[in-house]
């Protein structure tokens, strides 16, 4: 790893990330604390009422599937199992299946049991993030089955403990949100007036800085953003439920929701699937139908938003969708989730799937992964073999493609980034909606420089028979047809893998645009 690479990442940290990692780990190298407090209260369940069920993930006795990945354990469940990588480590310890539509009772409480028994040699499960979520979930199934257990309700407190002392402050972003969100829950169902003062002041600072102006998540990744809205719908449900505190937050929360949708609602193809942008992946988060019937069940109000400070922007002309990223990649000192994918667009026509983003399939640090956040995984142009943007490491970005020029009218939309300035280029990008579409790309140079570039056209697996005709590609009896005009050296079609979910792939095809300095696609529709 170069110097500069290094550099041009930790520059960008908050200074709370770097203070909170150094001391997290000069307190965890003096060892370790185990957070054990006595709880001296009676604890009952609260009233809570399921609205929105997660997909089934725990099978049967023992067997469990996440991330498009089943396994069964022959003897006693191993919640550190790591033959799968971290992320099935983490939605093992999540609990989400405690909120599968027909868990059965006894059987769910069983697990609880179980983890409890296990929490000794726990090591991945008592993370601040696992903490988090797994609390909301044995929140949500104790109260909603009126279970009251002593013991279940120590572990659980201890948890909570244990989360208090390991706040994510060294990441922030949805990290730091889902640790409010779940503090809000524990302090409602342990009557915690410290719990819930933590929880009220992360969820204020957080949602205030975390959900921008037209309503997105500042992660600018459309599954993440339903996620974090579930959570959030999730905590106004229990405080409509449960009137315990009478301050001015659950008007506060209610208002960030009904900006969520807002912005969801916008990006939601009519189809009902959200764009692949950024970290987004199929069969992860809740739909978008089923977060807006949630939050209709609540009361709340909401009317389609316009896009701006996302970046994003949405075209619905005709027959068609257009989305279109034209913006910076998020928040400079949390870009995890971020891809090389300035410019990038996904089309859908006659409400299907036509030019996609690849999407991600794995969340390892390793070469499928570098290569699904790379630009050439896009639906925008790679000068040369240099990167829009640096993605490293799984979850770091480097040097960072910066938003230089915007223009826009209610057909058009036109935008320039310096992310090839390094190498004394300038990407500037332009779409036309009408009857077609009409993408103009230029690279421009104060200087005689010429390296060849290269536009990328990620094509839906569903779409078959696609031909190559001098400049011209038609795509079998689709009405559909894209042209490529100006200084072109190459055109060719190429194999890729298209990613239907976490570990799932299919192969699919990319029309590969060689040109200099100009090149103009003419979308027929």
């Not at 089309?347 to 690849?358: A, K, M, S, Y």
């Not at 579409?437 to 536009?455: F, M, P, Y």
Request: with cysteine; proline share 2%; hydrophobic share 35%.
């Amino acid at each position: 790893m170069s110097f500069f690479k290094l550099f041009n990442t930790v520059k960008y940290l908050h200074y709370k990330q770097v203070y909170y990692r150094l001391y997290y780990l000069i307190r965890n190298k003096l060892g370790k604390k185990v957070y054990n407090q006595l709880l001296t209260k009676e604890v009952h369940p609260l009233q809570w009422r399921d609205s929105l069920f997660f997909d089934d993930c725990f099978i049967d006795h023992k067997t469990f599937c996440f991330l498009n990945i089943s396994h069964q354990f022959e003897e006693k469940i191993d919640w550190n199992f790591s033959n799968y990588g971290k992320l099935w480590t983490y939605n093992l310890n999540y609990f989400d299946f405690l909120s599968q539509e027909n868990v059965q009772q006894g059987k769910a409480l069983g697990l609880i049991w179980d983890y409890i028994t296990s929490e000794k040699g726990l090591k991945d499960g008592l993370e601040p993030y696992p903490i988090s979520l797994r609390g909301i979930n044995w929140i949500k199934f104790l109260s909603k089955n009126d279970i009251s257990e002593k013991e279940i309700n120590q572990s659980l407190y201890n948890q909570y403990q244990t989360l208090l002392h390991n706040l994510e402050y060294h990441l922030l972003g949805n990290h730091l949100l889902e640790n409010g969100y779940s503090l809000f829950f524990g302090a409602y169902y342990f009557k915690d007036d410290k719990i819930y003062e933590k929880a009220k002041s992360i969820l204020i600072s957080e949602l205030k800085e975390q959900i921008l102006g037209d309503g997105a998540h500042f992660e600018l990744s459309p599954m993440y953003h339903q996620i974090l809205l579930h959570h959030l719908l999730d905590c106004i449900n229990l405080a409509q439920l449960n009137m315990w505190q009478t301050d001015d937050l659950l008007l506060f929360l209610r208002g960030k929701a009904s900006k969520m949708l807002s912005w969801l609602q916008a990006v939601t193809f009519y189809n009902g699937n959200i764009p692949m942008v950024n970290d987004s992946a199929y069969g992860i988060a809740p739909s978008s139908d089923k977060l807006f019937g949630y939050a209709k069940t609540l009361g709340l109000k909401w009317s389609k938003g316009e896009l701006s400070d996302s970046g994003y922007r949405k075209f619905n002309k005709f027959n068609y969708e257009l989305f279109i990223d034209v913006g910076n990649i998020g928040p400079d000192y949390q870009p995890g989730h971020a891809h090389s994918d300035t410019f990038s667009f996904e089309l859908q026509i006659n409400e299907r799937p036509f030019i996609v983003d690849t999407g991600t399939s794995t969340y390892e640090k390793n070469h499928l992964r570098q290569s699904e956040r790379e630009t050439s995984a896009h639906n925008t142009v790679k000068i040369g073999a240099h990167e829009q943007t640096q993605v490293w490491g799984g979850f770091r970005v480097a040097k960072r493609a910066k938003i230089v020029n915007l223009r826009e009218s209610a057909n058009m939309v036109s935008a320039s980034h310096d992310g090839y300035l390094s190498i004394g280029l300038i990407h500037e990008r332009s779409f036309s909606t009408t009857e077609r579409i009409i993408i103009n790309d230029r690279v421009l140079s104060n200087k005689s420089k010429k390296i060849e570039s290269q536009a990328f056209f990620h094509i839906h697996p569903s779409i078959k028979d696609i031909v190559l005709n001098n400049r011209h590609v038609s795509f079998g009896k689709m009405n559909v047809s894209l042209g490529f005009e100006g200084e072109i050296n190459d055109i060719k079609i190429e194999d890729y893998k298209y990613c239907a979910g976490f570990n799932k792939t299919e192969i699919s095809k990319k029309i590969c645009v060689s040109f200099s300095k100009e090149l103009t696609t003419t979308i027929l529709l």
